[in-house]
């Protein structure tokens, strides 16, 4: 929702990016990475640097389908990344 989105906002801006993508864009290595930054953090900023607009727009996009995240922020070159850990069952 519009307020859960505001509250990780709220928190990626304190975080430093972890992750940074290069000129060769989303491989699998960055996404094992990514995985795993989530799998204990949840929240995870990211640094898409050396790529234009378009280009950081469809990173986003591609590491979120293969991560069943959800994109929270995107300023410039960087971006915010959520996804849930799931619950005990």
């Known amino acids: ?3 859960q989105r505001r509250y ?8 430093v990016a ?3 993508v290069g000129h060769e864009g989303v491989t ?4 094992q990475q990514a995985a795993a930054q989530l799998a204990a953090h949840e929240l995870i900023k990211v640094r898409a640097g050396g790529m234009d607009r378009h280009e950081r ?5 591609q590491i979120c389908a293969r991560l ?11 971006f915010v990344l959520f996804r849930a850990k799931p619950e005990d069952a």
Request: proline share 3%; net charge positive.
């Open 1 to 3: 929702s519009g307020k």
């Open 8 to 15: 990780l906002r709220a928190l990626g801006q304190r975080l």
């Open 18 to 20: 972890t992750l940074h």
């Open 28 to 31: 699998d290595a960055v996404v």
């Open 57 to 61: 727009e469809a990173a986003l996009a």
């Open 68 to 78: 069943d995240a959800q994109p929270v922020q995107h300023i410039g070159k960087v």
